[in-house]
T-cell receptor
Framework: GQNIDQPTEMTATEGAIVQINCTYQTSGFNGLFWYQQHAGEAPTFLSYNVLDGLEEKGRFSSFLSRSKGYSYLLLKELQMKDSASYLC??????????FGAGTRLFVKA | DAMVIQNPRYQVTQFGKPVTLSCSQTLNHNVMYWYQQKSSQAPKLLFHYYDKDFNNEADTPDNFQSRRPNTSFCFLDIRSPGLGDAAMYLCATQSTGGKNIQYFGAGTRLSVL
């Protein structure tokens, strides 16, 4: 079967660093995405990894280990506006992408 | 400027009354998707189009149909909505080159009374 696991909720403090983990078991792998979704809004693209290693983009970094079926999203210098759900998604093949249920991040002052 | 536009943002229908949700895009992407997302759950793929080729997920109920009359527009028809169909419906587009990033519309929240 296809499975993507991420923690349901996390809480962190403004200005801190938080790491959101994702593990996946899928029938195919053609890349891993992280999307941010604010409550009641559409997901927006944050990052993409297809090779092992770290991709850095401003305050956001994403890491991938294909052999371990593992990724994380690292958010630095947290801001209140970062309070949102973060969805891990795997492109499995063709045009199909499987999404995780998302991690709800609460940033407190 | 919005690139993937969904109308309406909120839709209320009655049990069993057909409803159509619409999506348009200005990105000229070949691929368009419809997802169903219930509260605190992952978006669930219902179907996708690659140009005019329609691809239905095996577990998408027959109650859900789709039309794509041209590159820019795609419609989701729910023939006989049930209470369990109340959800956010997300449309997304994707080009066939590059990283295959999906661009989502703001969604239509469907309520069934």
């Amino acid at each position: 079967g296809q499975n993507i696991d991420q923690p349901t909720e996390m809480t962190a403090t403004e200005g801190a660093i938080v790491q959101i983990n994702c593990t996946y078991q899928t029938s195919g792998f053609n890349g891993l995405f992280w999307y941010q979704q604010h409550a009641g809004e559409a997901p927006t693209f944050l990052s993409y990894n297809v090779l092992d290693g770290l991709e850095e983009k401003g305050r956001f970094s994403s890491f991938l280990s294909r052999s371990k079926g593992y990724s994380y999203l690292l958010l630095k210098e947290l801001q209140m506006k970062d309070s949102a759900s973060y969805l891990c998604a795997v492109k499995t093949g063709g045009f199909k992408t499987i999404f995780g249920a998302g991690t709800r991040l609460f940033v407190k002052a | 400027d919005a690139m993937v536009i969904q109308n309406p943002r909120y839709q209320v229908t009655q049990f069993g009354k057909p409803v159509t949700l619409s999506c348009s895009q200005t990105l000229n992407h070949n691929v368009m998707y419809w997802y169903q997302q219930k509260s605190s759950q992952a978006p669930k793929l219902l179907f996708h189009y690659y140009d005019k080729d329609f691809n239905n997920e095996a577990d998408t109920p027959d109650n859900f149909q789709s039309r794509r009359p041209n590159t820019s527009f795609c419609f989701l028809d729910i023939r006989s909505p049930g209470l369990g169909d109340a959800a956010m419906y997300l449309c997304a587009t994707q080009s066939t080159g590059g990283k295959n990033i999906q661009y989502f519309g703001a969604g239509t929240r469907l309520s069934v009374l």
